[in-house]
Structures are given as C-alpha cells and as structure tokens.
C-alpha cells in the first residue's frame, strides 16, 4: 500500500505546479501583452506589459532561490553519513550521505553501494570459512582473491598487501590501479577475516578521481563489520 502523502509532499506538489504555470504561461502572456501594447498603443496593454515582466521577473527569482535552497539542503545530506547492510543483516559499513544502493550487476556481490555521478563504489563479497581448508588462511585468501583481480586487469599496477585491523578484525589490503576496456581504474581492495566468514571490501574510482575518492573510499572500508547477533 502507498504511504499517504505528507502535508510537505503536498506542499512541494502545489509549489511545483504553481512554478511550471508562472515559468511557461507568464512569459507567454508578457510577449502577448507587449504586441498588444504595440499594435494598439493602449495604455491600458502597456500597464499589462508591465505588470507581466514583473510577474515573470518575480518567478524567475522565486525559482533560483527554491533551487539554490534545494542544492543547499542536498549538500547538507550529503555530509551526514549513511548506514549500509547486506539483506540478512550480517554485516554493515558506513558510506558519505550522498551514496546510495546500487546494482553494479555482480552475481556474487551482497552489498553494492556507491554514486554514480562521483564514480564511487563499494562491493562486499563473502565467503564461508567452511568452504577452504583448516589451514586456509587470511593471507591465502587476500592472495588468491587480490590476484583473480590482478588477472583480469591490463597494465596493472598494485602495492604489497598492508596488514591492518578493520574492527577488531584481521585485515589486509593493497591498492591496484589497472585498465578495464580502455579505463583506467583505482581500486582499495580490502580483505576480511570475520567469525565465521573470509570478507572482501572492494572499493573503486576511476583513475583521474582517485585523489578526491581514496580517501572516503579507506574509511567505508575501515568502517566494515559483522553483526553481533
């Protein structure tokens, strides 16, 4: 069922329709007005010219200052951070306010988020520890998933893996910048260990972006974790 519309739907509903009227039918009725004015010289169509340009000076004013309003409150959404879990809710990270959900069309991914306008992804892959053999370890698994990517890339160029700790979890990561039909990509691949699952934090931006796009793409990462329940 359709949730009701809120009483500020409405009003954004009103504002809209009333904004579309003054922006097209106000600038017809001024150019009217003004060949009216002219073929009759009525001073009576010269008032109405007049009053018209100011209507549509009015409404050109009223919708430059509801769109800047409008960017600004954006922008300020954006700065307040975002939530992100898989379906089951077995884990979560934490993304900027201007992500979102995403279907980046990856069969095996449980999380898919990003903005498309910033060309800013995250993926998150699980595998079940008890899928590999006892002795399969984190660093195995960072081997063997980090060179799959290697792999498919032209031009690869990639770090030595870091060992960090992602909340109290065993991690490892390396940077891998390499070309993908012609793009070149830059990816922070992270690599999880949790309790009972082997995790990968995949993170990605386009090579041209990365300075501005590393940096939120390190702290998604860094905010990862697994449920307590």
């Known amino acids: 069922m359709d949730a009701a519309a809120s009483p500020e739907d409405a009003g954004f509903l009103i504002f809209g329709v009333l904004g579309c009227f003054a922006t097209v039918a106000v600038p017809i009725l001024f150019i009217f007005c003004l060949i009216m004015a002219i073929v009759r010289k009525s001073k009576g169509w010269t008032v109405a010219t007049i009053v018209m340009g100011v209507l549509g000076l009015g409404a050109v004013i009223a919708a430059v200052a509801f769109s800047a309003n409008q960017v600004a409150e ?4 954006s700065k307040i951070p975002r939530e992100f879990a898989d379906d089951e809710g077995r884990f979560a990270l934490t993304g900027p306010g201007s992500w979102s959900v995403q279907d980046l069309g990856h069969p095996d991914a449980e999380l898919e988020i990003g ?3 910033a060309e800013e992804y995250v993926m998150v892959i699980s595998e079940a520890k008890s899928e590999f053999d006892e002795d399969f370890s984190l660093d195995d698994f960072a081997d063997i998933a980090g060179g799959a990517m290697i792999d ?4 690869p160029d990639y770090s030595e893996f870091e060992e960090l700790t992602v909340n109290g979890m065993p991690a490892r990561r390396h940077r891998l910048n ?3 039909d012609g793009i070149r990509i830059a990816y922070v691949n992270t690599f999880v260990e949790g ?8 993170a990605w931006t386009l090579e041209v972006k990365q300075d501005l796009a590393i940096e939120k793409l390190q702290e998604a990462a860094n905010s990862f974790r697994e449920s307590s329940n």
Do not use: P, R
């Open 74 to 77: 954006a922008v300020e959404e």
């Open 115 to 117: 903005n498309l306008f």
């Open 152 to 155: 498919v890339l032209e031009d």
């Open 178 to 180: 390499g070309t993908i």
């Open 195 to 202: 309790k009972e699952d082997f995790h990968q934090v995949l």
